[in-house]
């Protein structure tokens, strides 16, 4: 399986920006997609934002015309660009790849806290 790597969580105020990204490692099997979730303390994980390998992104409403993810042109790293975050915002924030034959992986996690 592929090893997924992220960083770029931490602490901001409300209104302000992070960029995190999974860096995925090398693996025998392609890649098809790449996605962000997010859970927050006694609540499901919810998907966030997704990729495909061609660039095709879906966002959850409530994300929508604030963040942003993308792919590079590997295809290894995803990085999820949040502005105008909100206390609302605060989870740990996971990244999931989707392999061929149905193999996926998670990252281990990072925080994010929007908070004043």
């Known amino acids: 399986q592929v090893q997924l790597v992220e960083s770029g969580g931490g602490l901001v105020q409300p209104g302000g920006s992070l960029r995190l990204s999974c860096a995925a490692s090398?693996?025998?099997?392609?890649?098809?997609?790449m996605a962000w979730y997010r859970q927050a303390p006694g609540k499901e994980r919810d998907l966030v934002a997704s990729?495909?390998?061609?660039?095709?992104?879906n966002y959850a409403d409530s994300v929508k015309g604030r963040f942003t993810i993308s792919i590079d042109n590997a295809k290894t790293t995803v990085y999820l660009q949040m502005n105008s975050l909100k206390p609302e915002d605060t989870s740990v924030y996971y990244c999931k790849a989707f392999m061929t034959g149905g193999i996926e992986s998670w990252g281990q996690g990072t925080q994010v806290t929007v908070s004043s």
């Open positions: 090398r693996s025998p099997l392609s890649i098809n997609a």
């Open positions: 990729v495909t390998s061609r660039g095709n992104t």
